[in-house]
């Protein structure tokens, strides 16, 4: 419906910018070869569908962090007794924390070790997919070494 033809309109708008300014390096290279040109990102809102794969790949990539960690130090928990009385108290004292209480605190040390010209990734998604990691993380280990 009117989703669909909202998302579609600002796809037809951004292929139409990029094509706007492939248009202009050219007439800009024809008049100087050695001129540096570039193609900008469109600077358009994205559209609630861009948003729902968005949200959907940031909790993915969080989900498979924490069980990329979880899974085999739960399989370690599991099998070793004295790993298990030792790692235990972590566990239970960073189960309960809320998401909530883990945003800020990930929020400010994404900020603050996070620095780069050309980042690989944004800080909004690092710092979504760590949260969404710490949240899933506990229940994940727990009952890996449960069994």
């Known amino acids: 419906g009117q989703l669909w033809q909202e ?3 600002q796809r037809d708008r951004a292929a139409q910018f990029v ?4 248009e202009r390096n050219e007439r800009i290279l024809a008049e100087n070869p050695d001129a540096e040109v570039k193609i900008r ?3 358009g809102a994205p559209t609630f569908i861009d948003q729902i794969f968005t949200s959907l790949g940031t909790v993915l990539a969080g989900f498979v962090l924490a069980t990329v960690i979880a ?3 739960g399989i370690i928990i599991g099998l070793n007794r004295h ?3 030792a790692v235990n108290p972590l566990i239970q004292i960073f189960k309960p924390v ?6 800020p605190l990930v929020t400010m040390v994404v900020s603050a070790t996070y620095v780069s010209d050309d980042p690989m990734f944004e800080k909004s998604f690092l710092t979504s997919m760590i949260t969404v ?3 899933s993380l ?3 280990l727990i009952n890996t070494s449960v069994g």
């Open 19 to 22: 094509t706007m300014q492939e």
């Open 41 to 43: 990102d469109y600077p």
């Open 83 to 85: 790993f298990s009385a």
């Open 138 to 140: 506990w229940p994940t």
């Open 133 to 135: 990691t710490l949240c």
């Open 71 to 73: 899974v085999p130090l």
């Open 7 to 9: 998302h579609s309109n």
């Open 98 to 103: 809320s998401p909530l209480a883990w945003l």
